[in-house]
């Protein structure tokens, strides 16, 4: 089964701190995906990787730069934490091309206070 | 840029009932996929259907449906004699064939009341 770790299930941090979400899958997979979700709003991609070192923006990738050193592993990085980065954070992965459906890890509930 | 829209914020429906999931999208793309996801209560999402642009056909599975329809850009879900345990925020997805992302609407949230 292919499985998507992340680091934390939840984690309460203070404004101006440097946070790291970390995830990692065991499925060799190319793509990887962090997403926030928040209520009424769905999922939204905050960035994408597509292979080691490469990555690209999503839709609100302001406040938060990534990192993909090696191929299964993901990171997440807010530079300095705000209160409005409070929220669900879910990470994901998928083989290579279109049709591959993601698989997701089980979150993390990050709470900036 | 694309986009998918699920307009059904929250249904709440009496077990037995057949419920409807609406998801239309929005792309430029010839080529795409389309997703449906479900959050049980756990958090975790699971995969539930594929369906490519160029595959147009109806799927069942069990008490779940899919029905894609190009001409309206929709690929919507039916749960018939819903249950208790289809209670979940579900989620439609989009990927074009120009990038490798993965597009998501803002998810309907299912209630099944016994």
């Known amino acids: 089964d292919v499985k998507v770790t992340q680091s934390s299930r939840y984690l309460v941090k203070r404004t101006g701190e440097k946070v790291f979400l970390e995830c990692v899958q065991d499925?060799?997979?190319?793509?990887m995906f962090w997403y926030r979700q928040d209520p009424g709003l769905g999922l939204r991609l905050i960035y994408f990787?597509?292979?080691?070192?490469?990555?690209e923006k999503g839709d609100i990738p302001e406040g938060y730069s990534v990192s993909r050193e090696k191929k299964e592993r993901f990171s997440l990085i807010l530079e300095s934490a705000s209160t409005n980065q409070t929220s669900m954070y879910l990470c994901?992965?998928?083989?290579?091309?279109?049709?591959?459906?993601?698989?997701f890890g089980q979150g993390t509930r990050l709470t900036v206070v | 840029a694309q986009k998918v829209t699920q307009a059904q914020t929250e249904i709440s429906v009496v077990e037995k009932e057949d419920v409807t999931l609406d998801c239309v999208y929005e792309?430029?793309?010839?080529?795409?996929?389309l997703f449906w996801y479900k959050q049980p209560p756990s958090g975790e999402l699971v995969f539930l259907i594929r369906?490519?642009?160029?595959?147009?056909q109806n799927e069942i599975s069990g008490r779940y449906s899919w029905n894609f329809q190009k001409s309206t850009s929709s690929f919507n879900f039916t749960i018939t004699a819903s249950q208790v345990v289809d209670s979940a925020v579900y989620f439609c997805?989009?990927?074009?064939?120009?990038?490798?992302?993965?597009?998501f609407g803002a998810g309907t949230r299912l209630t099944v009341k016994p």
């Open positions: 792309t430029r793309d010839t080529t795409y996929y």
């Open positions: 499925m060799d997979h190319e793509n």
């Open positions: 994901a992965s998928s083989g290579g091309g279109l049709n591959t459906e993601a698989f």
């Open positions: 990787s597509y292979d080691v070192k490469m990555k």
């Open positions: 369906r490519n642009s160029f595959d147009e």
């Open positions: 997805a989009l990927s074009e064939s120009n990038n490798n992302d993965m597009r």
